[in-house]
């Protein structure tokens, strides 16, 4: 196993359609509007962009995404990351059956930041429970976002 090889996967339950879902994913610029974990977003270009994320944990990590797949009728949007983080990230939205959605998401990375490569045994336990308490903070986020906008 390599201890720098990391996947997540978790799906949310969101108060909203699935097309608002998407459209709320798709805009990564407005991420930090209710994502606390996203400080800045940015466009770089045509289908790129950059994201800094600071969660729990006393690091910061600058993620470059270039748009890989966008497709609202099946509701996926992936991109490809580099920067501190190479890998990739998708969400797939789809409808829940009562009125809202599921947004499901992916993620295959290695990290690029030579500290977190050398603390990646040791502090693996760590990094996952970061990225847990990220997401969690998203959902939330994300959500209530979704709610106000109603």
């Given at each position: 196993?390599?201890p720098n090889h990391?996947?997540?996967?978790?799906?949310?339950?969101?108060?909203?359609?699935?097309?608002?879902v998407?459209?709320?994913?798709?805009?990564?610029a407005?991420?930090?509007?209710?994502?606390?974990?996203?400080?800045?977003?940015?466009?770089?270009?045509?289908?790129r962009g950059?994201?800094?994320?600071r969660?729990?944990?006393?690091?910061r990590?600058?993620?470059?995404?270039?748009?890989?797949r966008r497709?609202p009728?099946?509701?996926?949007l992936?991109a490809?990351?580099?920067?501190?983080?190479?890998?990739?990230?998708r969400?797939?939205?789809?409808a829940?059956?009562?009125g809202?959605?599921l947004?499901?998401?992916?993620?295959?990375?290695?990290?690029?930041?030579?500290?977190?490569?050398?603390?990646a045994?040791?502090?693996?336990?760590?990094f996952?429970?970061?990225?847990?308490v990220?997401?969690?903070?998203?959902?939330?986020?994300?959500?209530?976002?979704l709610?106000r906008?109603?």
């Amino acid at each position: 196993m390599d201890p720098n090889h990391y996947r997540f996967h978790g799906v949310w339950r969101l108060p909203a359609p699935p097309a608002e879902v998407y459209r709320a994913l798709a805009d990564v610029a407005g991420y930090p509007r209710w994502w606390p974990e996203v400080r800045d977003a940015r466009e770089t270009g045509p289908d790129r962009g950059e994201v800094l994320v600071r969660a729990l944990l006393p690091y910061r990590l600058v993620i470059g995404l270039t748009a890989v797949r966008r497709d609202p009728d099946g509701g996926v949007l992936e991109a490809a990351m580099h920067g501190d983080l190479t890998g990739w990230s998708r969400w797939t939205v789809s409808a829940d059956g009562a009125g809202g959605a599921l947004a499901l998401f992916e993620e295959d990375t290695r990290p690029a930041k030579p500290l977190l490569r050398r603390l990646a045994l040791p502090a693996r336990p760590l990094f996952r429970a970061n990225h847990a308490v990220m997401m969690r903070r998203g959902r939330r986020g994300l959500a209530a976002y979704l709610e106000r906008r109603a």
